[in-house]
């Protein structure tokens, strides 16, 4: 009895941790490719227009695109900073 209250235990302290989820990082470029019925698989993690040309390496349904998801990390610290409050 013992051992599954530790075993239940162990499970409900390791459930916070197993449950993070992991957060891509966005580039600023996407490639493309048409994977048939008019489907497309995306990666989005490409820093350059030149980085995507040589994922897909001028492969037939494949192409490149800015990430309309991306934003800078510049802006991100930006919108973090906490202005002084006006008396």
């Given at each position: 009895?013992?051992?599954?209250?530790?075993?239940?235990?162990?499970?409900?302290?390791?459930?916070?941790?197993?449950?993070?989820?992991?957060?891509?990082?966005?580039?600023?470029?996407?490639?493309?490719?048409?994977?048939?019925?008019?489907?497309?698989?995306?990666?989005?993690?490409?820093?350059?227009?030149?980085?995507?040309?040589?994922?897909?390496?001028?492969s037939p349904g494949t192409w490149c695109t800015q990430n309309p998801r991306f934003v800078p990390v510049d802006r991100l610290q930006r919108g973090r900073v906490q202005r002084?409050?006006?008396?």
């Open positions: 009895m013992k051992r599954t209250a530790l075993m239940i235990g162990a499970l409900l302290l390791a459930a916070p941790v197993a449950s993070q989820q992991s957060h891509a990082v966005e580039g600023p470029w996407c490639a493309y490719e048409s994977v048939g019925h008019d489907s497309y698989s995306s990666r989005c993690d490409l820093p350059s227009y030149e980085a995507c040309r040589d994922w897909i390496r001028a002084p409050r006006m008396q």
